[in-house]
Nanobody
């Protein structure tokens, strides 16, 4: 059974930092591009970042570019999302998932991803 487990969320003040982790099991982790998504109350789930399977290249949504950094440790079957300069609009539940259609992150298309975790809550206070 494929499982993704997110952790590392919490409450932080504006301008603060958090590091999210996503641990995967039940799949050949380094064969997959992995994405981070987030969903705020009353809003659609949106793509935040993606890291490719083959070369570890990354892609970010414009709203987080320059503030968030995604990385992966294939030996630990884990991806990370380092978030800095956090803003209240970053408040959301953050999810990770595997891209079942592409190994390279050409874009962050939600329908290409599956094996969603339960999410981790990030709350940024103003």
């Amino acid at each position: 059974e494929v499982q993704f487990v997110e952790s590392g969320g919490g409450l932080v003040q504006t301008g603060g930092s958090l590091r999210l982790s996503c641990a995967a099991s039940g799949l050949t982790f380094d064969d997959y591009a992995i994405g981070w998504f987030r969903q705020a109350p009353g809003k659609e789930r949106e793509g935040v970042s993606c890291i490719s399977a083959s070369d570890g290249s990354t892609l970010y949504a414009d709203s987080v570019k320059g503030r968030f950094t995604m990385s992966r440790d294939n030996a630990k079957n884990t991806v990370y999302l380092q978030m800095t300069s956090l803003k209240p609009e970053d408040t959301a539940v953050y999810y990770c998932a595997a891209n079942l259609m592409r190994r390279l992150c050409g874009a962050i298309r939600r329908h290409e991803f599956n094996y969603w975790g339960q999410g981790t809550q990030v709350t940024v206070s103003s």
